[in-house]
């Protein structure tokens, strides 16, 4: 039963992040042309973009945004040159590729995506074959930048990875999670006017609360009327849609900052600089990672929960309150959720698809490491986003889920229950 549930949840996974894509494409006005300057995940603000036709005539000009993001509507499909401004670049900052023009083809009703990588400038010459200081140092800080993303990413799929151990449900839901937290610390950073660090202390309190609210009075409900893993899986990506849309009405479409974190200088470890506001938030996550891991291990409820997950019903026979450690597990996932995503919402803006947008990473973490396992969603998400970063070395900025997804296939085809996953007896 569960690897049916795994088979036809990779098949959902896929298509939702092709259809939400599809839909965020859609929702653009007409024709147009657009893109989003990134480096070292810190977006580029004010850098020039002109586009015209394909005679010279100007179609428009504009600057990237605070968020990096550009956008510049065509007036009708056709073919158009893009080009950026390399004199705008900040300090420091150059296009990668040395591809300053773009000519790109915009198809009637379609927002065309133009690909700029840019980055720091590397110190010294460079060649394939020869690993200068530059390229080292680029390696050692995407490295870094996806060890970082990989935490972040660990919070959320060690919740759900829970979630699934005790339930068997695969929560679709879970992003919007994500996506709570971050937009209640912004509303209490902001609105209410509290630091950061208090407003995502109390947004990761209103997350546990949720996630208990949510498993009190819908989950558990259809638990009680014996709903099925695969309708309740349904169910989920129901719900998730519905949340996300009202977080669009509340919310709108805009990328958010907090009041404060936005953007630091960093400390100069020696071959690469961190701002200040990663590295608390790593200490965060390492000492939030490691207590629940522990607590799981050897305290009573987790050894109850471990229990639950590997035999329900010989944990009830046992004199295990099941429905109790289910919600005390929906509790802590609601929690760890909020939590990666008020570090998100500090690490690159606010908006309402931020947790769509990380769910298919951290469905492809908690599937790396072994569906139902804490240690193996762990593992797994480390590698997601060391693999995540690592990879533009070879292919673009945009492109750098690939890398992650390549790694996924490559285990599952060895490894199919994943890296500390069980293998199932069938029969």
């Known amino acids: 039963m569960r ?53 010279g ?25 893009v080009d950026l401004d390399v ?48 390229t080292f140092e680029r390696v050692m800080d995407l490295a870094y ?58 947004a990761v309190l209103l997350g546990a609360a949720f996630g208990w609210f949510q498993d009190r009075f819908f989950w558990g409900w259809l638990r009680q009327r014996r709903t099925g893993l695969i309708g309740m899986m349904i169910i989920s990506i129901g719900l998730a849609l519905s949340l996300r849309y009202i977080n669009l009405y509340w919310f709108r479409g805009e990328t958010r900052q907090y009041s404060e974190y936005v953007a630091q200088p960093g400390i100069d470890l020696g071959v690469i600089d961190v701002a200040p506001k990663n590295l608390v938030m790593d200490l965060i996550a390492i000492v939030v990672l490691v207590a629940v891991s522990l ?27 099941v429905d109790a450690i289910i919600r005390l597990v929906w509790t802590i996932g609601g929690a760890l959720a909020a939590l990666s995503g008020v570090m998100l919402g500090v690490f690159q803006g606010i908006n309402y698809q931020m947790g769509f947008q990380i ?15 804490a240690f193996g969603a762990l593992l797994g998400s480390l590698v997601i986003g060391l693999a995540t970063q690592l990879s ?9 889920n690939v890398g992650a997804l390549a790694v996924l296939i490559v285990v599952i085809l060895v490894r199919p229950q994943g890296i500390l996953g069980r293998r199932e007896r069938i029969g």
């Open 57 to 81: 005539q100007s179609i428009g000009q504009t600057k990237s945004g605070a968020d990096g993001k550009w956008a510049v509507a065509v007036p009708r499909a056709g073919t158009y040159k």
């Open 145 to 202: 930048t996806g060890i970082h993303i990989g935490l972040m990413i660990a919070l959320a799929a060690l919740g759900l990875s829970l979630i699934f151990g005790t339930m068997g449900l695969t929560n679709f839901a879970h992003g919007e999670l994500i996506t709570f937290g971050a937009m209640m610390a912004f509303i209490f950073n902001v609105f209410v006017g509290l630091p950061v660090i208090v407003a995502g202390a109390i």
């Open 295 to 321: 607590a799981l291990v050897m305290t009573r409820l987790g050894k109850a929960t471990r229990a639950v997950s590997t035999n329900p019903s010989l944990a009830a026979a046992s004199g295990i309150n």
């Open 392 to 400: 533009t070395l070879w292919i673009p900025t945009e492109l750098k």
């Open 359 to 373: 769910l298919l990473l951290v469905f492809a973490a908690v599937t790396l490491g072994g569906l139902g396992t």
């Open 3 to 55: 690897r049916a549930v795994m088979m036809i949840t990779a098949f959902l996974a896929s298509m939702l992040f092709v259809l939400g894509i599809g839909a965020t494409s859609a929702s653009a006005d007409g024709e147009g042309l657009r893109g989003t300057l990134i480096s070292q995940n810190q977006p580029v603000a004010g850098v020039s973009i002109k586009v015209s036709s394909q005679d």
């Open 87 to 134: 004199a705008t670049l900040p300090p420091g900052i150059v296009l990668l590729n040395n591809r300053p023009s773009l000519t790109l083809q915009v198809f009637e009703g379609s927002v065309r995506t133009a690909l700029f990588p840019v980055g720091p400038q590397s110190t010294g010459s460079e060649t394939a074959e020869d690993s200068s200081p530059g």
